[in-house]
């Protein structure tokens, strides 16, 4: 076609393609996954939870920092944030009214109030609404301006987000400031060689034709309409920044960013379900074995009132570092956050004899265990550190208390507890703390002794198969689940041996996946005679999947597990009215363990 012919307009679009421009995803599923689920489930509600994964949910769920505030104060302070500001559409677009009673200054659509289950009174709930029909069509004469965006970009935007630089794969030609255009989603598509691929190239000029990059394949996936901040050029010329600002949105959902830092978490709720199901107690040793990016790890500090001692592990340096950032907003000083490898997380008993310590020396064992190496001279049977920020060297021997010594006042001494000469340790060695960061460095762990921990959190990495919302499933085989499920095993086999006799493990995925769900319960219940299931409170999601299933032509059967257990472990499912992400949790009680 001529390139100077006239694009059609947008009401000829309209007509010849009559709900192209409409948000109506359809999840795609690898056929013997599908296939798999559907046997699990059942055809019909495998179909209601594949299609409530491709939605958000309709509301946020916000956890209060209840050390910090209330979630009453909360209420008022977000009433008052927008009164004060003259926002006219509230916090990053929210807008909040009060359900009940009282003046009902703004009667919006979003409405706070405090999460309806037992158990969860420091939640609140904040309403969304959507999905709305959406008008593209607002210049008759002219043709819609529109950009594609990734689908990662997409299922943000959707959570309520902008759209970012690094998400636009295509934009229509003229594209300038201030232009309004509409945001249509490219999802992964099958090809001829098996697999997935987007199979668009960045940059791409869109005409408004039927020949543009894929046409089609965007019908019913467009997911808002917004102001362009920088023109088609500038989009494809800079590294980063906004792209376009949504003004109009299929999903009407509040953005927290930069709102009541450190007073309040945006959370799923069946992750702040998990934290309270764990029943951390003041004074415990908890241990969070895949930590990042810290949500539950501060639940749990929170919910022990900030005394004992969180243990927070993440293989990952930057993941560390936002867990420590995130305490500190907080204000929390219970957690220690370390780069370890959760798969290496148990210590061996052995070791304690190699470093050369008698059997009453257990905590100095520990410190050692826990801390990464540090820098220190022995002389004389006695150990001196110097502490460059105080100007001050501590002292210790094998046989007398630790103690401050003045570097300016010799004579001068301070005794001092295991805790803060720990805690002056990691100081030295990673510089005074992110409020004036000197550094980026975090502490390595070697590991921990067995039955050190009295309670003990796996929320395992997983397939992710419950997050939501959800526009592309097509990656994960059948024999990738497996192997999921392979990788969950031996992390909860390090669990095993962390927790001490008469503690607690609970263990959660956000996947709708049974094989590891059910499938790891029932390894554990079978491997682990000391191990039961506990009842959990509180008790919001169903009840899990009974049964099996035979895999692989009947070469591998999945076990899952008996009505009574079922009962006892809590499935989240998306269909349901909790409207939640696909989540699982188990409770497991630690009995006397086998020699």
């Known amino acids: 076609m001529d390139s100077s012919s006239p694009s059609p307009s947008a009401a000829q679009l309209a007509a010849s393609d009559k709900g192209r421009y409409t948000f109506n995803p359809k999840l795609r599923w690898q056929p013997e996954v599908e296939e798999y689920f559907a046997a699990a489930y059942g055809r019909d509600r495998f179909a209601r939870i594949s299609e409530a994964l491709a939605h958000p949910s309709r509301y946020s769920c916000i956890r209060v920092n209840t050390l910090k505030s209330s979630p009453d104060a909360v209420m008022h302070k977000l009433m008052d944030l927008v009164c004060e500001n003259g926002l006219s559409d509230g916090i990053n677009g929210l807008e909040i009214g009060q359900q ?82 509409a945001v249509s989603v490219a999802v992964e598509q099958p090809v001829k060689d098996s697999g997935w691929a987007v199979g668009i190239t960045r940059g791409t000029v869109l005409q408004g034709l039927q020949s543009d990059a894929h046409y089609e394949e965007r019908k019913g996936l467009y997911i808002g309409q917004g102001t362009a901040v920088m023109s088609r050029s500038g989009i494809f010329r800079v590294p980063h920044g906004i792209a376009v600002e949504m003004t109009e949105r299929v999903y009407k959902l509040p953005s927290f960013n930069d709102v009541l830092e450190g007073e309040i978490f945006l959370q799923n709720l069946p992750s702040v379900v998990a934290a309270r199901v764990l029943d951390p107690q003041p004074g415990e040793r908890i241990l969070d074995m895949c930590a990042a990016p810290g949500g539950k790890t501060t639940a749990i500090a929170i919910l022990m009132r900030d005394k004992g001692e969180v243990i927070a592990l993440d293989r ?4 560390v570092m936002d ?36 059997d009453n020396h257990c905590e100095a064992i ?3 265990a826990e801390d990464s190496d540090t820098c220190h001279a022995k002389v004389d049977g006695r150990t001196t550190i110097v502490d460059e920020d105080s100007s001050a060297t501590v002292v210790q021997s094998e046989t007398e208390q630790p103690f401050f010594v003045d570097d300016k006042n010799p004579e001068s001494k ?48 997983c397939s992710a198969l419950g997050l939501r919302p959800r526009l592309f499933a097509g990656e994960e085989t059948l024999q990738s689940l497996k192997t999921h499920g392979r990788y969950q095993r031996r992390m909860f086999d390090q669990a095993v ?25 029932r390894y554990a219940l079978d491997s682990y005679k000391f191990l039961s299931l506990a009842s959990q409170h509180p008790k919001v999601g169903g009840s899990g999947i009974v049964g099996s299933c035979e895999l692989f032509n009947k070469t591998y059967t999945e076990e899952w597990l008996t009505e009574d257990e079922a009962e006892l472990v809590q499935r989240f499912d998306p269909s349901s009215p909790v409207d939640t992400i696909g989540f699982f949790i188990a409770k497991f009680n630690v009995g006397e363990k086998e020699n």
């Open 100 to 181: 009940n009673g009282g003046d009902q200054s703004h009667e919006r659509s979003y409405l706070v109030q405090k999460c309806p289950y037992a158990g969860l009174e420091n939640v609140l709930f904040v309403q969304g609404s959507g999905p709305h029909v959406l008008h593209y069509n607002s210049q008759p004469d002219h043709s819609v301006k529109e950009i594609i965006v990734s689908r990662k970009c997409a299922e943000s935007v959707l959570r309520g987000a902008q759209v970012y630089v690094p998400g636009v794969l295509a934009c229509s030609a003229h594209v300038e400031k201030g232009d309004k255009v």
């Open 316 to 319: 990952s340096h930057n993941k």
């Open 323 to 358: 867990i420590l950032k995130l305490a500190s907003e907080m204000d929390l000083n219970c957690i220690k956050a370390y780069k370890l490898d959760a798969l290496k997380s148990v210590r061996k008993t052995d070791e304690a004899t190699n470093i050369g310590m008698a």
């Open 366 to 368: 520990k410190t050692l």
């Open 414 to 461: 301070r005794y001092v507890s295991k805790a803060e000469l720990r805690k002056n340790l990691r100081r030295m060695k990673n510089g005074p703390g992110r409020n004036n960061c000197s550094g980026g460095r975090v502490e390595k762990a070697k590991g921990f002794f067995p039955n050190s921990f009295d309670r003990v959190l796996l929320d395992a990495p």
């Open 497 to 521: 041996k962390l927790v001490r006799p008469g503690g607690v493990i609970v263990y959660s995925t956000c996947t709708i996946n049974p094989g590891e769900n059910e499938a790891l319960v």
